[in-house]
């Protein structure tokens, strides 16, 4: 995807680092298999826009152009964040419906605060009214509320999501045989395998319990590119209990790996990613040969703001 997508104004001023860097991570658990670990440095992007909410909202700002954004998001949502910065920057209207009517009472957290600040509209929901987010009369009320609006789903997953992460498989292209990435609502993996060579993959670890990311992917692949789009598989033992959970001991490998490499690592998505990348290569996986490629999504929350994030990978 260019920098500046046709009918997305002002988007050539956000000056986004494409296409990201590609850097190899020297690592015995890696190289005493015979593979070879490279970093896809997709949070470095964009400072406000890092990763693949760059990739995700670029095309959805085209569609936009310049009308005013409405899309959802829980109290932590690192989609809610993007959005309302992408507002401030280029100029339009936000408005974010967060679920959980009971936080409308209550001091904004930081991460609210901060969507707040940037001028996003707060909108909070009950939890019933969130999960029915989706069905017609209920978006049809939310569209009386804020007028005419832009409507990004939660987790900025659409079509127009898929088709924008398919720039990052075409990045990759003729590097790697493996293309990696934590999942939360499949957008991301969608576009990825899409993007690819024939001869290359894309494996998805899902960070949600659930089993349901399959149908979501080939879903959206039908709505973005008509049908099945590359080759892509999900390993799902890597969630650590599912929503935002995290264990002591995927802390410490994530602190291990700061160390290592000198990559500040998020724990929600990319600290689960790159634990499943060494067990499978302790398990012998990857043959010996293989070139895979870790796809950094975000980057960590300031330490107060180290709390529940949704599903927006």
Known sequence: MPSSPPGAPGLSRLQP?????????????????????????????????????????????RAAAGRPVLTFGGAYSNHLRATAAAGRLLGFPTIGVVRGDELAHRPLNPSLARCAADGMQLHFVDRRTYRDKADPQALAALLSAHGECEVIPEGGSNALAAQGCA????????????????????????????????EQRAL??????????????????????GGP?????????????????????????????????????????????????????????????????????????????????????
């Open 17 to 61: 680092v494409l296409p990201s860097p590609l850097q190899p991570a020297e690592d015995e658990r890696f190289a005493r298999h015979g593979v070879t670990l490279l970093l896809k440095r997709d949070d470095l992007i964009h400072p406000d826009l890092p990763g693949n909410k760059w990739r995700k909202l670029a095309p959805n700002l």
């Open 167 to 198: 720039e990052l498989g075409r990045e990759l292209r003729g590097t790697v045989a493996v293309a990696a990435v934590a999942c939360g609502t499949g957008g991301t993996l969608a576009g990825l395998a899409a993007g690819l060579a024939p």
């Open 204 to 225: 998805g670890i899902p960070v949600l319990r659930g089993g349901f990311l399959g149908d979501a992917v080939r879903g959206l692949q039908r709505q973005a590119f």
């Open 229 to 313: 789009a590359g080759t892509w598989s999900l390993d799902e033992r890597f969630h650590f209990g599912g929503h935002a959970r995290t264990t002591p001991g995927l802390h410490a490998f994530a602190d291990d790996f700061e160390d290592r490499h000198g990559l500040p690592v998020e724990r929600l998505y990319v600290a689960k990613l790159l634990y499943a990348l060494t067990v499978l290569a302790e398990e012998g996986a990857f043959p010996a040969g293989t070139a895979v490629a870790a796809v950094i999504t975000g980057r960590p929350d300031a330490p107060e703001e180290d709390q529940p994030s949704d599903s927006s990978r």
